[in-house]
Antibody, heavy 119, light 106 residues
Framework: EVQLVESGGGLVQPGGSLRLSCAASGFTFNNYWMSWVRQAPGKGLEWVANIKEDAGEKYYVDSVKGRFTISRDNAKNSLYLQMNSLRAEDTAVYYC????????????WGQGTLVTVSS | SYELTQPPSVSVSPGQTARITCSGDKLGGKYVCWYQQKPGQSPVLVIYKDSKRPSGIPERFSGSNSGNTATLTISGTQAMDEADYYCQAWDSGTAVFGGGTKLTVL
């Protein structure tokens, strides 16, 4: 059974940093692109970033470029999102999701972790 | 940047057919996915590559995509289908979601 479990969310002040993790199990992690998607309270879904199987390619939504970094550790079956210079508008539930290809469906999603940016 | 537009809400009576549209420039030239999200839950993929259903998704869910519009169709809508639905496509290596449509089953 495919499982994605996010962790690392919490309350952080504007300008602060946070690192999210996603532990993957039930599939061969290093065979899949992975994504982060976020959802602000009461709002829609927003794709944040994705990363190739070997971390050789990474893509970001414009609003997080230069502030967020996606990475992975295939030996640990883990996906990460380093978030720096956080802003109030980054407040959201952050989901990790498995891509079925570089530009394919997000077939499995974790339960999400809440990030709140507030003073 | 690329944009996908969905109606904010759609209402349907139980047993009837619900259609949710998603519009974008030359969308028919891209593959579209649809996700269902119920309150307090994570999104679930219900349609990929315009019209394919993942295993476990009921046959009443179908999709199409042509021109500038993709459509998610739910035939014989059930109360359990009440949820938010999001379309999604890829543009220049980045994913784009529509704003979401709240489906109400009256």
């Amino acid at each position: 059974e495919v499982q994605l479990v996010e962790s690392g969310g919490g309350l952080v002040q504007p300008g602060g940093s946070l690192r999210l993790s996603c532990a993957a199990s039930g599939f061969t992690f290093n065979n899949y692109w992975m994504s982060w998607v976020r959802q602000a309270p009461g709002k829609g879904l927003e794709w944040v970033a994705n990363i190739k199987e070997d971390a050789g390619e990474k893509y970001y939504v414009d609003s997080v470029k230069g502030r967020f970094t996606i990475s992975r550790d295939n030996a640990k079956n883990s996906l990460y999102l380093q978030m720096n210079s956080l802003r109030a508008e980054d407040t959201a539930v952050y989901y990790c999701a498995r891509n079925e290809g570089p530009v394919a469906a997000l077939s499995y999603w974790g339960q999400g972790t809440l990030v709140t940016v507030s003073s | 940047s690329y944009e996908l537009t969905q109606p904010p809400s759609v209402s349907v009576s139980p047993g009837q057919t619900a259609r949710i549209t998603c519009s974008g420039d030359k969308l028919g030239g891209k593959y579209v996915c649809w996700y269902q999200q119920k309150p307090g839950q994570s999104p679930v993929l219900v349609i990929y590559k315009d019209s394919k259903r993942p295993s476990g998704i009921p046959e009443r869910f179908s999709g199409s995509n042509s021109g500038n519009t993709a459509t998610l169709t739910i035939s014989g809508t059930q109360a359990m289908d009440e949820a938010d639905y999001y379309c999604q496509a890829w543009d220049s290596g980045t994913a784009v979601f529509g704003g979401g449509t709240k489906l109400t089953v009256l």
